[in-house]
């Protein structure tokens, strides 16, 4: 299985400041199409996971411009240019690129 | 808009199946892919596997002795059983959709479709 590792665990935030996720996978992500299968969610408390980013870089439906996943490869960033404070929750990246799909363990946004 | 929704039966003693039904609203079951994904402290989000509407399907081989995924499109239902469980079957399942995006060529499936969750619990 692919093995997907995100940085930090824990990420207190200031409302209005940047904030930053990183998620490395244990092997290329970048499919022969060009294309990167990586996809980013959020997990609010008290609810179930809402897609945020889908194939490293697009955002899902809904989803405020603030939030933009980069990266290729290996290493992936999920950016959020002025945190607000209905953003704190966990953030996971997945792949799918290989079945099964996998989940990195989370990053935990949390207001300041 | 489509909404999911999980039953389950909360409590499941060591060694028995564990069965949980996921019934679509808002929409058809018909031409999608369906997920089971799970949630526990231990082991935090794991894909546990899917079925087309067809009832074609592919299972995480963690898991896949114990597993079965099954469809009924009359009722717009899918279902997961899994056998033999132990307290590190004890979770949050959630049913989810798997949609198509279209990006350049190629159509992406990605979860973008959850259920609340069902929380069930493993014990004697």
């Not at chain 1, 008290?46 to 603030?66: E, F, K, T, W």
Request: some cysteine; aromatic content about 10%; overall charge neutral.
């Amino acid at each position: 299985d692919i093995v997907m590792t995100q940085s930090p665990l824990s990420l207190p935030v200031t409302p209005g400041e940047p904030a930053s996720i990183s998620c490395r996978s244990s092997q290329s992500l970048l499919h022969s199409n060009g294309y990167n299968y990586l996809d980013w969610y959020l997990q609010k408390p008290g609810q179930s996971p809402q897609l945020l980013i889908y194939m490293g870089s697009n955002r899902a439906s809904g989803v405020p411009d603030r939030f933009s996943g980069s990266g290729s490869g290996t290493d992936f960033t999920l950016e959020i240019n002025t945190v607000e404070a209905e953003d704190v929750g966990v953030y996971y990246c997945m792949q799918t690129l290989q079945s099964p799909r996998t989940f990195g363990g989370g990053t935990k946004v949390e207001i300041k | 808009q489509v909404q999911l929704q999980e039953s389950g039966p909360g409590l499941v003693k060591p060694s028995e199946t564990l069965s949980v039904t996921c019934t679509v609203s808002g929409g058809s079951i018909s031409s999608y892919y369906w997920n089971w994904i799970r949630q526990s402290p231990g082991k935090g989000l794991e894909w546990i596997g899917y079925i087309y509407y067809s009832g074609s399907t592919n299972y995480n081989p963690s898991l896949k002795s114990r597993i079965t995924i099954l469809v009924d499109t009359s009722k717009n239902q899918f279902s997961l059983k899994l056998s033999s469980v132990t307290a590190a079957d004890t979770a949050v399942y959630y049913c989810a959709r798997l949609t198509p995006h279209k990006v350049g060529n190629v159509n992406y499936h990605t979860v973008d479709v959850w259920g609340q969750g069902t929380t069930v619990t493993v014990s004697s």
